[in-house]
């Protein structure tokens, strides 16, 4: 099979993960056949038990890109209620 065929079937769009807790982006990740890179959490996290509590507000690579299987993708967790606010009012409906 040619190499460029080869590489497109190994291409995956991340889904955002963006307003999700850490076990549903963790969910979302593994149906994608991507990987938890980092979990970076701003100064509202002050224990293990915060990150659990916390929602993504922000991914790299970005939500809705196109990277190779297997990529790791980051996520930025908070617990902050205007981040979270600023995230709701972001949210679109189908």
């Not at 955002?16 to 982006?25: D, R």
């Not at 790791?72 to 995230?87: G, P, R, S």
């Amino acid at each position: 099979m040619p190499q460029h065929r080869q590489n497109r079937k190994n291409r995956r769009q991340t889904h955002t993960t963006v307003s999700k807790n850490l076990q549903e982006a963790l969910d979302i990740l593994r149906k994608s056949y991507l990987n938890l890179g980092e979990v970076l959490p701003d100064a509202s996290i002050k224990s293990k038990n915060d990150a659990y509590s916390a929602v993504i507000y922000e991914q790299d690579p970005l939500g809705e890109t196109t990277v190779e299987g297997g990529t790791y993708v980051n996520l930025h967790i908070t617990l902050e209620k205007d981040k979270i606010a600023a995230l709701d009012s972001l949210m679109v409906t189908e």
